[in-house]
């Protein structure tokens, strides 16, 4: 059985083109869930504080479809489509 892992991204639309970063990989949901609360205040996010997005994922292979992981932090992948968003 796979482990289960929980992307967290950053989606955000300049007015061209979609801009998608993969922010980080976490163990639990909950893990993910804190992390943007550390984030939206910071230049890039505060202006799109509703940007996150948590999107399950599996231990093995990549993250979203051919993604660069380097550096992990603001890969960027070609545009998928958009999963809908859990809330508690």
Known sequence: ME???YELWHE???G???HDK???VYSTR???EEAPALLRGKPGFRD???GF???PGGMDGLPGPM??????IGAKTPRRRRLPRTRK
């Open 3 to 5: 482990a289960m892992t």
């Open 30 to 32: 909950e893990k993910a």
């Open 16 to 18: 061209r083109e979609d």
């Open 67 to 72: 993604a660069v992981l380097s550096p992990l």
């Open 53 to 55: 997005d948590i999107r």
């Open 22 to 24: 993969l922010l980080g």
């Open 48 to 50: 799109h504080p509703d």
């Open 12 to 14: 955000r639309y300049d």
